[in-house]
């Protein structure tokens, strides 16, 4: 099992930043990539970007502007969001996987956490 605790998000205006930080503990060592996906009201959940452990490789939605990063000594992943716009505004989940593929389905990651709110006002 392995446990993710989100951070990090909050309520900012347009053109700001905020990073969203997952911490994981448990058998980390059993997964092999970490990612956030996002889920805005009234639609469904989308992928945002993955990572693996060893940051040697990323994904990112085509869409997303931020950049992923992982500290592996602290088994926490970040997500810096700058230039926030409004349509950032969504609940973030972050997700570890032990799969290779299927990255950007959420139905395919094995562990959650219990996610962050974000919002953007204009």
């Known amino acids: 099992q392995v446990h993710l605790v989100e951070s990090g998000g909050g309520l900012m205006q347009v053109g700001g930043s905020l990073r969203l930080s997952c911490s994981a503990s448990?058998?980390?060592?059993?997964?092999?990539?970490m990612g956030w996906f996002r889920q805005a009201p009234g639609k469904e959940r989308e992928f945002v970007a993955a990572?693996?452990?060893?940051?040697?490789s990323t994904w990112y939605a085509d869409s997303v502007r931020f950049t992923i990063s992982i500290d592996n000594a602290q088994n926490t992943a970040h997500l810096p969001m700058n230039s926030l716009k409004p349509e950032d505004t969504a609940f973030y989940y972050c997700?570890?996987?032990?799969?290779?593929?299927?990255?950007?389905?959420?139905?395919?990651?094995?562990?959650w956490g219990q996610g962050s709110q974000v919002t953007v006002s204009s």
């Open positions: 997700a570890a996987t032990v799969r290779r593929n299927g990255l950007m389905t959420p139905v395919l990651w094995d562990y």
């Open positions: 448990g058998r980390t060592s059993d997964s092999y990539a």
């Open positions: 990572i693996t452990w060893s940051g040697g």
